[in-house]
């Protein structure tokens, strides 16, 4: 039987969600996180059209103050809502993860390439 000792070990630290920006690599961690990627690629869309976050809101029948926090980056987004989101935009899902893998190519100076599995 495992010590206390032991089993701590095995145990990760959750990690501190301090003020720290999330729009930055931390430390670590040499890309954006995807979140910020989507966001910064919603909101550009969403301003291109001259709409508004509550439009937007309403019409992906999300809370505006959510939205906002998605378009920051400062909320994960579900596969369903980013459905919604991108459906009020008229914004086909492939072109904002195409957006979004642009911005971190541009971001990390690389060829990444994404593969089928």
Do not use: C
């Amino acid at each position: 039987m495992a010590n206390d000792d032991e089993r701590a070990a095995d145990v990760l630290a959750f990690p501190s969600n301090g003020r720290r920006n999330d729009t930055e690599p931390g430390p670590g961690r040499s890309d954006p996180r995807l979140r910020t990627l989507i966001g910064d690629v919603l909101r550009e869309e969403r301003q291109a059209q001259g709409r508004t976050l509550a439009d937007v809101a309403e019409r992906a029948a999300v809370s505006l103050p959510y939205l906002s926090e998605i378009e920051r980056g400062r909320k994960e987004v579900s596969s369903d809502l980013l459905a919604a989101v991108t459906e009020a935009l008229d914004l086909p899902l492939d072109r904002v993860l195409e957006r979004s893998l642009d911005r971190l190519r541009t971001q990390r100076g690389s060829g990444i390439q994404l593969r089928a599995a």
